[in-house]
């Protein structure tokens, strides 16, 4: 009886997942694992690593419940301040790769800012139609909003 009142959070955890996509994206990383092994053998273990790694962070990610954070406006436009600081920075400091100034490097690490800006783009974006759902049905709000919302973000990354 001690260990189904253990394994039962994990059991509900499982229940939770939605195995239509979880397949899909193991039936992906299976077959582009499978090309990398056939190309070279470091790449392969390298991609294993940072995928379980990115697995493992998205799996833990999905157990917060991020609902609250909605509530304090500071923390989204915070997020979204960080990221169009960062293509600042970018677009003023980064050095030429592959001739493109996309990313910032520090020591032997790379962090391309706009992935960064994409995501905290869509936080921004979510957290306006989750307080304006009614008025959405409008299209030019829902136009003008995310005009204003990446205008900005997309100055900069053409620049």
Not at 5 to 10: A, E, G, R, V, Y
Not at 28 to 43: G, P, T
Not at 85 to 107: D, K, Q
């Amino acid at each position: 009886m001690l260990g189904d009142n253990f394994l039962s959070p994990m059991f509900s955890l499982l229940r939770r997942q939605d195995w239509y996509l979880n397949s899909a994206i193991f039936f992906l990383a299976l077959a582009s694992f499978l090309i990398l092994f056939s190309i070279n053998q470091l790449f392969f273990w390298r991609q294993l690593i940072w995928w379980c790694a990115a697995f493992l962070i998205i799996f833990l990610f999905a157990q917060i419940d991020w609902r609250p954070l909605i509530n304090y406006r500071w923390i989204i436009f915070s997020i979204y301040g960080a990221s169009i600081l960062l293509l600042a920075i970018t677009l003023l400091a980064a050095p030429t790769i592959r001739h493109s100034r996309s990313w910032i490097v520090i020591g032997s690490f790379q962090f391309q800012t706009s992935e960064l800006a994409k995501a905290a783009l869509i936080i921004l974006l979510s957290y306006f139609l989750a307080r304006r759902h009614i008025s959405i049905a409008n299209w030019r709000t829902l136009l003008i909003t995310s005009f204003k919302a990446s205008s900005l973000r997309v100055c900069l990354l053409t620049l």
